[in-house]
């Protein structure tokens, strides 16, 4: 996400390198090259304008420092302008009605019935509530249907109405139920349109009174740039909503929306979406944002990730396997499962700071992992538990049992055994060891 932006942003920042000063010519020209990036990004032009005039009044206000450069320190305050910008500081749902019902609005196409579900699967996952998904979109083909089976893989239950009800009437009638079966949180999925209609508009502001939600949501693709702001400037003029939701951040290189949206509706963004999994839904944080678009990571996010996928109890004992060297494939392929739950591999890697620019330009997925997943499974489980009785016949035999040959046997095994040693010596730092040599194995 934001590709783009963050490769302008840095070739704008490297107009300052070498400066022993700050300068209202140097500045200027940077931040020239500041504005063509962001305006390039899809973003607002007012907003655009504003965040460089800001920028610039305070550049020329500050005395540069001997141990900072003129850049490092246009950087830092960019950053603070970014994190403003989307903003300020993270921005909570409220839940505390019971039950605390979420109205969810947007146009069609926007992800609005996917994102409902994924919030509903965060909300039952992450905070503990009981929720309830509601299906209004009566109108487009199969729209319950598609909330049913999320609902059901998801083990959330959906209610939808009889036939004859209209999107009001299921509304009102859902929370009834979900009050009368101990729900403490409702999502309402209302319905959408190609465009904005008055039509719909009317409908979803009569939902709105009728149930008088705790939250109501603006739901919109982020890949659709100024449309996306556009939108929801009359979105919330209609309906005074308390938040908004990017879907799709994961595919827009631009970035646009998210650096646009808080600025000309004055309503935080509080979910993103950011890949198709049921856990592809992050609260979104400005200050982690900004740094990630300005290529500085985000650790937070990433050992958050981390921590959601592994369990404390095996952390023990692997690292109880780890001090005593009997670290095995088997945990080797477990561990590989673990990292790959936690998102896109080259989103991950990215949120390590100074990693961004570094593998910007390679291919990296999840599918990296095949090879060595490939060989790990071609093996016995005598031969996962004790690699030391992997001789060249059997490297042979898994060789071509994994469609590999048995150069890249001898290669894993070799690095394998290296990371196992590493790993003793250092195993109260064994997550990053570990993190470090799986990197090196995919070379």
Do not use: W
């Not at 070739?11 to 400066?19: E, H, I, P, T």
């Not at 979406?273 to 979104?284: A, L, M």
């Not at 673990?338 to 989103?347: A, P, R, V």
């Not at 949120?351 to 499974?377: C, L, T, V, Y």
């Amino acid at each position: 996400m934001f590709e783009n932006l963050s490769d302008k942003l840095d070739r704008a920042f490297k107009v300052l390198k070498g400066q022993g000063r700050i300068t209202e010519i140097n500045v200027a020209e940077t931040l020239k090259e500041v504005r063509k990036a962001l305006l390039e990004a899809d973003v607002n032009y007012k907003v655009a304008k504003q965040f460089t005039d800001t920028v610039k009044e305070k550049a020329l206000g500050q005395q540069v420092l001997i141990a900072v450069s003129p850049g490092q320190l246009l950087i830092k305050i960019v950053h603070e302008e970014l994190v403003k910008l989307m903003g300020g500081t993270t921005t909570d749902i409220n839940l505390k009605p019971n039950p605390a019902i979420i109205l969810m609005s947007g146009l069609q196409g926007s992800g609005k019935t996917t994102l409902s579900a994924k919030l509903a699967n965060m909300l039952k996952n992450k905070r503990g509530r009981s929720v309830m998904l509601v299906a209004c979109d009566v109108y487009r083909p199969a729209a319950i249907d598609q909330l049913k089976v999320l609902g059901e893989r998801l083990q959330v239950e959906v209610y939808s109405g009889a036939e004859n009800q209209n999107p009001v009437e299921i509304a009102q009638h859902a929370v009834r139920v979900a009050k009368e079966k101990g729900y403490n949180t409702v999502i309402v999925d209302t319905a959408g349109r190609l465009a904005i209609d008055e039509e719909m508009m009317q409908e979803i502001e009569r939902i709105k009174k009728a149930i008088n939600p705790a939250e109501t949501l603006f739901v919109v693709d982020a890949m659709t740039g100024q449309d996306a702001v556009n939108t929801a400037k009359t979105f919330n003029e209609r309906l005074d909503f308390d938040g908004v939701a990017l879907t799709k951040l994961d595919g827009d290189a631009r970035g646009g929306a998210a650096l646009s949206v808080k600025a000309v509706v004055n309503k935080p963004i509080k979910f993103v979406g950011t890949g198709e999994k049921p856990d592809d839904i992050d609260v979104f944080h400005p200050e982690r944002m900004a740094s990630r678009i300005l290529g500085m990571g985000d650790i937070v996010t990433l050992v958050e990730k981390a921590q959601e996928q592994f369990d404390e109890k095996e952390a023990a004992e692997l690292q109880r396997k780890i001090a005593k060297n009997k670290f095995d494939f088997n945990d080797f392929l477990n561990q590989i499962q673990q990292i790959k739950k936690m998102g896109n591999l080259k989103d991950l890697i990215g949120m390590i700071p100074g990693a961004g620019k570094a593998i910007k330009d390679m291919d990296i997925d999840n599918n990296s992992f095949q090879g060595i997943e490939a060989i790990i499974r071609s093996m016995t489980q005598k031969e996962r538990s004790d690699p030391s009785v992997l001789n060249a016949s059997r490297r042979k035999r898994i060789a071509a049992g994994s469609g590999t040959d048995v150069t890249e046997v001898n290669k894993l095994i070799r690095q394998f055994e290296e990371m196992r040693k590493m790993m003793k010596m250092m195993s109260g730092n064994k997550a990053r060891t570990m993190i470090r040599n799986i990197s090196g194995m995919r070379k």
